[in-house]
């Protein structure tokens, strides 16, 4: 009893301590609280990166702007939050991807990799993106997309380099469209496009590649032809061009005569120029096979080395060495009766 009186006058007597002092204890108990909930922000402000000058000055710098494809003075942190959302689509809806590409009427050939793809990118480009607002200030561009090429490698997505990742960002910040598939955008083949030039300019060189090729027919090969259209067309379209003082005149014809002179095309090119103009030949008339009709170049001149009797020493079809053999029968029965012989002899000798 006398410590709960004594712990009473203590309360008590603290109470009018404090009323004497002017501080309210109502008071004191939501500066108490006030101070509790700000050392908890304070604990989970220290979790949120600040951001610091120079990131708040690149933010706003012109090379910022032009990387991210803003105009200078554009909230660009705020401008690459929506499009993150955008990259968004791709994953969230079945059709989501078409909103990513241009709208002219192609998304109907694209392939189940092609989406596929096109989803992955979308991926990769929201990683690149949340990783620069956080670390521009430490990294630049190029580094942020090796990060995150990094972090999403590993989790079974298409394997994605930072360059790639970059260039993304390069065609996506013109109006938030990937480009078409390069096979669904080309006009034409590569190596299509030289031969038809060349030929479109200088008919003469069709007709004279198409007549060569039709007079050799049995020894007609990619480098045969290519050192026909070396050392006849070519020399021949340059002669009759200076003749016609225009050589080298500065049309895309002459253009590209001067250009094959310096550099001519190479043998593969040749065969595919031979396919395009449906050029029927033997492509086996080297040592690798001969035509079943006998009508190639090698099944010819094996012929002729039959019959002038080049092989003539060679045994008939069917009657060679058994295996394991390494001698006519024939022979050796005379080799073995000529050792017979011999060993009369030495005897009739002794």
Request: charged share 30%; aromatic share 8%.
């Amino acid at each position: 009893k006398l410590l709960e009186l004594g712990m009473d006058l203590s309360t008590e007597l603290a109470d009018k301590l404090k009323r004497a002092a002017g501080v309210n204890i109502a008071d004191e108990v939501e500066k108490g609280e006030e101070e509790g909930s700000k050392s908890k922000r304070r604990k989970v402000s220290q979790d949120i990166p600040k951001e610091t000058p120079s990131s708040s000055v690149f933010w706003k710098s012109a090379e910022a702007a032009k990387l991210f494809g803003y105009n200078r003075g554009d909230d660009i942190l705020k401008g690459l939050q929506e499009r993150v959302e955008v990259l968004k689509q791709a994953n969230q809806s079945v059709d989501g991807w078409k909103s990513l590409i241009p709208d002219d009427g192609k998304e109907g050939t694209y392939s189940r990799h092609d989406i596929l793809a096109l989803r992955h990118k979308a991926i990769y480009l929201i990683k690149g993106y949340l990783i620069a607002m956080k670390k521009m200030n430490q990294h630049n561009w190029g580094t942020c997309c090796k990060m995150a090429s990094a972090e999403l490698s590993p989790l079974g997505l298409t394997k994605f380099g930072g360059i790639a990742v970059a260039s993304w960002n390069a065609h996506f910040r013109i109006d938030n469209k990937f480009p078409h598939p390069v096979r669904l955008t080309r006009t034409g083949e590569r190596e299509t496009n030289h031969f038809v030039r060349i030929f479109e300019y200088f008919p003469q060189a069709k007709e004279m590649f198409l007549e060569i090729a039709n007079e050799n027919k049995h020894q007609l090969t990619g480098k045969f032809m290519l050192e026909q259209f070396e050392e006849t067309i070519l020399p021949t379209l340059e002669r009759d061009s200076r003749d016609k003082n225009c050589f080298s005149d500065g049309s895309k014809g002459q253009k590209m005569l001067v250009k094959l002179l310096a550099n001519p095309p190479s043998g593969t090119l040749i065969l595919k120029w031979m396919g395009k103009l449906n050029i029927e030949w033997d492509q086996w008339c080297t040592r690798k096979g001969r035509a079943k009709d006998g009508g190639s170049y090698l099944s010819q001149r094996m012929s002729e080395a039959w019959a002038s009797g080049k092989y003539s020493n060679r045994r008939p079809k069917g009657q060679g060495l058994r295996k394991g053999q390494t001698q006519d029968p024939a022979i050796e029965e005379d080799d073995t009766q000529a050792l017979d012989n011999e060993e009369i002899n030495i005897a009739d000798l002794i």
